[in-house]
């Protein structure tokens, strides 16, 4: 029997993110354009740091609804372009919504309308 050792090492996550209450933005800092096919990921590590702040596990309230439950999130991609983030009904990854502008207060106003 011949047996083989695999090591994945993820590409090293590099962003920074932030809130008001409502809109939850996240934007990439190492200009790799890396970030979208991590999303999973980068929303777990954030909702694990909402968590952190707020003294609480959803994992263990079954009450309790997902950190990222009713944020609206936008993503600012390498290029500069803000995408809406989409998540499904608990709060993860589903797709991304390209918005196509750099400014944060246009993709801000977007980002409230759509489902």
């Known amino acids: 029997m011949n047996a083989s050792i695999i090591t994945l090492t993820p590409t090293p996550l590099h962003f920074d993110w932030?809130?008001?209450?409502?809109v939850l933005?996240?934007?990439?800092?190492?200009?790799?354009?890396?970030?979208?096919?991590?999303?999973?990921?980068?929303?777990?590590?954030?909702?694990?740091?909402?968590?952190?702040?707020?003294?609480?596990?959803h994992r263990v309230d079954a009450d309790t609804l997902h950190p990222l439950y009713g944020?609206?999130?936008?993503?600012?991609?390498?290029?500069?372009?803000?995408?809406?983030?989409r998540t499904d009904?608990?709060?993860?990854f589903r797709d991304l919504v390209p918005l196509e502008e750099m400014d944060y207060e246009?993709?801000?106003d977007q980002v409230m309308w759509l489902d």
């Open 89 to 92: 009904e608990t709060g993860h």
């Open 18 to 22: 932030g809130t008001d209450g409502l």
């Open 106 to 108: 246009r993709a801000y």
């Open 71 to 85: 944020y609206r999130l936008l993503l600012r991609d390498a290029s500069g372009r803000w995408n809406a983030v």
């Open 25 to 57: 933005w996240i934007e990439e800092l190492d200009g790799a354009n890396s970030l979208t096919d991590q999303m999973p990921d980068v929303m777990d590590r954030i909702a694990f740091a909402i968590e952190l702040q707020t003294g609480w596990d």
